[in-house]
């Protein structure tokens, strides 16, 4: 039976290990020493390492994890050492684990920024697996691409099925929410998103994964098509904005003044 566990590291990031009875294959494993302990308290090996862009915190473990072994990592181009590169619509076959991951290319946060979807069992939710390009209520800085790339990347994400759930790269969402409570104030799944959120995090317990039907309810990244965020993002600029990138530009600035 495959499962999938949250390994935190460094500050706030997770390192998503989908893994079976003995086998693991890591997301973005930016600190090998948790990992390497996770590892061995499950007697467990890593059987393929996955990234989604090249930041030192989700490529930084890599030279450790795999120091004098086969391990395949996957990723974009500038990963990391010895990174066989993806490609948008490529999948990864792991026939061992009777796993898929469907490659899905999401620049903005990085301009080779990629995002994972798996179906981890016959009949199951889909789980997307999506670095920092979506965050639970927020989404990545953009450090290399544009407001009309993130744009076009998060609605393609927001295309999936709404049971997908999402598994971001970092512990963001109470931050994410506060903020998002400025843009809409008066929406009622965000605050029932809050009060979750709240309650995961006084347990210790990660706010992830969420079901990606939740975001598109709560997160104003998704929702720049919507009057209410329109609105809000008008006024905070002082201007009429239109629906999309124009708008998620808007809200993406604000959320960087915060």
């Known amino acids: 039976m495959i499962k999938i566990e949250a390994i935190p590291i460094l500050q706030d990031n997770y ?10 294959i890591l997301i973005d ?9 996770w590892l061995k308290n499950r007697d467990m090996r890593v059987r393929a390492i996955l990234l989604t862009h090249h930041h030192h915190d989700h490529v930084g473990g890599i030279a450790q994890l795999i120091d004098g072994t086969s391990i395949p ?16 619509e490529q999948t990864l076959t792991f026939d061992d684990m009777g796993l898929i991951f469907k490659v899905l290319d999401t620049p903005g946060h990085t301009l080779d920024h990629v995002c994972y979807v798996a179906q981890v069992e016959a009949g199951d939710d889909m789980h997307l697996f999506s670095g920092d390009t979506l965050f639970s209520c927020g989404c990545g800085r953009l450090f290399e691409g544009s407001p009309e790339e993130m744009h076009r990347s998060l609605s393609r994400l927001a295309q999936l099925p709404g049971n997908t759930r999402v598994y971001c790269a970092h512990e963001y969402t109470l931050a994410n929410i506060a903020f998002a409570l400025e843009v809409e104030p008066e929406n009622a799944a965000l ?11 006084k347990l210790g317990q990660p706010t992830l994964p969420v ?12 929702r720049c098509e919507l009057n209410d965020v329109i609105v809000a993002a008008s006024q905070h600029v002082g201007k009429a904005l239109s629906p999309g990138a124009e708008t998620f530009a808007a809200v993406r600035a604000w959320k960087d003044e915060a």
């Open 15 to 24: 390192v998503w290990a989908i893994h079976d009875a003995d086998r693991a």
């Open 73 to 88: 990592v996957y990723g974009p181009a500038r990963g990391a050492a010895k990174t066989i590169p993806v490609s948008d």
């Open 29 to 37: 494993p930016g600190a090998a020493a948790p990992i390497l302990a």
């Open 191 to 201: 605050h029932t998103r809050h009060m979750e959120a709240l309650a995961l995090r």
């Open 211 to 222: 079901l990606l039907g939740t975001e598109c309810n709560t997160n104003p990244f998704l």
